[in-house]
């Protein structure tokens, strides 16, 4: 009762909501990119919207169920099959036993997320099953998904899955991916902003950067120009978050993601605003990328809404898969 | 930026689900105590609504819940967070800010398990046996874990051994390399890139998820260093293989 994989496509790790409550030990979250996304694709198929899910990246994996399976895929838009059939995202489907599910290529966006109805079983390692590259920690020893690799099916009780009858909805991905580069991203002033001199400040808000092509799960490097600070700072190590854009020497902004390290001592011009997080997960190496301030106080009361949104999008989900 | 002066420390949030509480600019033992102090005291309270501590060299980060801290009066939560923080700090802690843990880290200094030790010594203006004595004659204190899962930065080092990082970091450093970077000196939990002096290798493991906790140190904690020989390197590492 496995899911085999027979390609592992270009970087697909499993992912939960992450390893929280071990930073004070130099151990990150990890987790996904965008949150957003993975939380859907388990409420999709009636799992925790923690639960660990699969994130691929560019190019999805090939997957041969040995069972039959609930599943969706959320994310960016690839183009998924089952055997030659073409599966609509955002929504919940039954795979009959025997399938070989290709996740393809990502036509717009860059991340997608596979939930499986019942999860993965795999043994937590510090209490989740978030893959963490760098510190190679989670199941299969914190690497990114091979060839060959197994991943055993948690039983779902009673479930009959043969006869499910198929859902006719989907989500409406709009709200919760939006590719589209000309977008801004909401920027919160960081400790260090005003530490920029006029020229780096004003393009900070100003300039098109675009992502570089050595930009991962730990950071975004940001192409553009070159940023300075009035005078240099000798600053002390402390904490980092999702979304701190960190100055190196170099002057060029490293925007952090899912798997930074606890700590850093970089000055930080500004902090990404949450709930522009999973879009900026989405851009591709390349894109563009432009700041748009918002106030800390604004960030904090969008995101405590975007919370409520999905709080009340999980029951309405809920409520669809017992009817 | 909404940072506000507090007695003892200033609070600024970090995004949505993040405060920092800064007690300095630079880190000494006397400011890493307070942030240890602080960590302490919040433990102690057992504060609702709050998922991590994460104390460094001179500031706490508080990862917290904010749902949980947006009240009904519409304040944004981080406001509310620090308006509760600022009640509980009102009265300066009393909680220690010392673990109460002392470990002895053993180390096979110099030679192939620590090639910079001569290059150390030589730029304190000593040689390699006075530069063990005196790493091995400090009490140091972890000031924070970070930069890999159990990487210990340790305060307390011999102002002679301080020496700046060097200009092109190591790609590969081994596990369990003692260390030392500026001011600190620190060991390297696994096999990681690093611009650190290496002036020795413990064959003590650092970090294991399976171990309970999975960090030989924790923050606050004390840490001594035994100078051994590599005979007695090997034995310890073959114990703990077992």
């Avoid at chain 1, 100055?247 to 001592?265: D, F, N, R, S, Y």
């Avoid at chain 2, 204190?141 to 301080?162: E, I, K, S």
Wanted: overall charge negative.
């Amino acid at each position: 009762m496995s899911v085999a994989v027979l390609k592992p496509g270009w970087l697909t790790t499993v992912q939960d909501r992450g390893r929280h409550g071990y930073a004070n030990l130099g151990v990150g979250s990890a987790g996904p990119m965008d949150e957003v996304a993975l939380r859907l694709a388990n409420l999709l198929v009636g799992n925790d919207e923690g639960a660990g899910a699969l994130e691929f990246t560019a190019q999805g994996p090939r997957l041969r169920f040995a069972q039959a399976a609930r599943i969706a895929v959320t994310g960016a838009a690839f183009e998924v099959r089952h055997d030659d059939t073409l599966l609509p995202l955002w929504q919940s489907h039954v795979l009959p036993a025997g399938t070989t599910l290709d996740l393809g290529t990502a036509t717009q966006g860059l991340r997608g997320y596979l939930a499986v109805a019942g999860g993965f079983a795999l043994a937590p390692v510090l209490g989740s099953v978030a893959t963490d590259l760098n510190s190679a920690l989670g199941p299969f020893e914190g690497r990114a998904l091979r060839a060959g690799d197994s991943l055993d099916l948690n039983a779902l009780p009673g479930a009959e899955l043969g006869s499910a009858p198929k859902l006719r909805w989907s989500l409406d991905p709009r709200p919760w991916f939006d590719p589209d580069p000309a977008h801004p991203i909401h920027l919160i002033a960081g400790t260090h902003t005003d530490a920029l001199d006029p020229a780096s400040r004003a393009a900070l808000h100003q300039a098109e950067f675009r992502l570089a092509r050595d930009s991962n799960r730990v950071g975004l490097r940001l192409d553009g120009p070159r940023l300075a600070l009035s005078a240099p700072l000798e600053l002390a190590s402390e904490a980092t978050a999702f979304g701190t854009v960190q100055l190196p020497p170099g002057g060029q902004p490293i925007v952090l993601m899912a798997e930074h390290p606890t700590t850093g001592g970089y000055p930080r011009i500004g902090q990404v605003a949450a709930i522009d997080l999973p879009r900026l997960a989405q851009r591709r190496p390349g894109d563009r990328l432009r700041f748009l301030t918002i106030d800390q106080d604004e960030a904090q009361t969008r995101y405590l809404a975007r919370e409520r949104e999905l709080a009340t999008l999980a029951a309405a989900i809920a409520q669809r898969l017992q009817t | 930026m909404s940072a506000s002066a507090e007695p003892g420390f200033t609070i600024e949030p970090l995004g949505e689900t993040t405060l920092l509480l800064r007690f300095g600019t630079q880190v000494d033992a006397a400011v890493n105590a307070r942030v240890h102090a602080a960590a302490a005291l919040l433990r102690k309270v057992e504060m609702p609504g709050l998922l991590d501590l994460i104390p460094a060299g001179a500031s706490l980060a508080l990862h917290y819940d904010a749902p949980f801290w947006a009240g009904s009066s519409g304040e944004p939560p981080w406001q509310h967070l620090a308006g509760t923080l600022r009640a509980v700090f009102a009265t300066p802690p009393t909680a220690s800010a010392d673990s109460g843990r002392v470990v002895e880290v053993p180390v096979c200094y110099g030679g192939e398990f620590g090639c910079d030790l001569d290059a150390v010594a030589s730029h304190a203006g000593i040689d390699a046996a006075c530069a063990i004595a005196r790493h091995c004659a400090g009490e140091y204190r972890v000031a924070m874990l970070g930069f890999a899962p159990g990487f210990p930065y340790l305060l307390g080092l011999d102002p002679t051994l301080h020496m700046p990082r060097r200009a092109q970091p190591r790609l590969r450093v081994p596990p369990g390399s003692v260390a030392i970077g500026g001011a600190q000196t620190g060991i390297y939990p696994r096999e990681l890139p690093g611009g650190w002096h290496l002036i020795g290798r413990t064959p003590v493991s650092l970090f294991d998820v399976e171990a309970r906790p999975p960090s030989l140190l924790a923050p606050g904690d004390r840490v001594r260093f035994r100078a051994i020989d590599a005979e007695e390197f090997e034995a310890i590492a073959e114990a703990n293989a077992r």
